[in-house]
């Protein structure tokens, strides 16, 4: 990872967009061309009073109220389902001061998207065990990788900040094809090129048994309950390498999608648990509806 230092005090402000050094890389056509390329991106830090929310399935919800009295309004950061969320909506919020980083599924095919038709038939698995009409991708075909650069320009399009690009841990899965680590390292260096290149961010969603091989890579970390599957510590390079990891627990269970705020024992639990120490947590239900509870 190139960090330039002189844009340290700007790092240090990490809610700052700001111009860093892009990896360079050799252009086969003119490799005489010296001139530095900068990109400019989002680059966020670790920071314990930023609040994220990840609202997939209803968007920024305005006048939510959590139950420890803080609103939507005061969610920094924005987790919002790339199709799903407008132009104007990313927008306004940024109008606002807060970012948005748009989720999008890299490593699974989910039928009822727009692009769904161009996914060669060769390139889906098996089905995703819990998800009604998702199916793993071959994440090592090319026709895979140029249906999800053009979902990254349409991040860039709407002005997305990032993007948050999901299941890219198939090797922990039966995808039906013999996916490796190291497909995923491959894949998720793929996906954060491509995305620095458009001036967006890109995260590590989940693979937990990757981070060492891409923590350089990525500029965050999505973790889905760590703390339930007891494996925070694993995503501790993030915070030492000054990324944040933004971390979602379902203390409810996968059925339980209500409005009520869990216990005082269950947010102890969830909110202080020692190998998350650094990340932001968040509770919600499974289904990324509107209801929240900050730690
Ligand atoms: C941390 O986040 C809060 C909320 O967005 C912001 O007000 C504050 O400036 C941030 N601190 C740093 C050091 O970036
Ligand atoms: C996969 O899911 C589809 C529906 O999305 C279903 O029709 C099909 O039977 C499933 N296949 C297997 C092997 O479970």
């Not at 991708?137 to 997305?160: E, F, Q």
Request: glycine fraction near 8%.
């Amino acid at each position: 990872m190139f960090t330039p230092t002189p844009l340290l005090p700007l790092i240090l402000l990490g809610l700052t967009p700001l111009t860093s050094g892009a990896p360079t890389t050799a252009s086969s056509s003119d490799d005489c061309d010296l001139s530095p390329r900068a990109a400019t991106y989002w680059q966020p830090k670790p920071n314990s009073t930023l609040r994220w929310d990840y609202s997939l399935a209803q968007g920024p919800t305005t006048g939510f109220k959590a139950s420890d009295g803080s609103s939507s309004s005061t969610v920094d950061v924005w987790g919002l389902d790339l199709f799903d969320t407008s132009k104007e909506t990313i927008a306004a919020l940024q109008k606002q001061g807060k970012k948005v980083v748009c989720y999008f599924s890299a490593g699974s095919y989910e039928e009822w998207r727009s692009d769904a038709s161009s996914f060669p038939k060769s390139t889906l698995g098996n089905n995703l065990s819990g998800w009604a009409g998702e199916r793993w991708l071959d994440v090592r075909a090319s026709s895979v990788r140029s249906i999800m650069t053009k979902r990254i320009a349409l991040a860039a399009s709407k002005g997305c900040n990032a993007v948050d690009p999901d299941n890219v841990d198939g090797y922990n899965n039966k995808p039906g094809f013999p996916l490796t680590q190291t497909d995923a390292v491959n894949y998720v260096t793929f996906l954060a090129d491509q995305a620095h290149a458009k001036g967006l961010a890109s995260g590590l969603k989940n693979g937990a048994e990757i981070v060492s091989r891409v923590v350089g890579k990525v500029d965050y970390a999505v973790n889905e309950q760590c703390v339930e599957y007891g494996e925070c510590a694993s995503w501790q390079p993030f915070i030492k390498a000054g990324k944040p990891v933004f971390h979602v627990e379902y203390p409810k269970g996968d059925d339980v999608n209500n409005n009520k705020a869990v216990s005082a024992a269950t947010k102890k639990k969830v909110c202080q648990n020692a190998g998350a120490k650094g990340f932001n947590t968040i509770i919600k239900n499974m289904n990324l509806d509107g209801w929240i509870q900050f730690c």
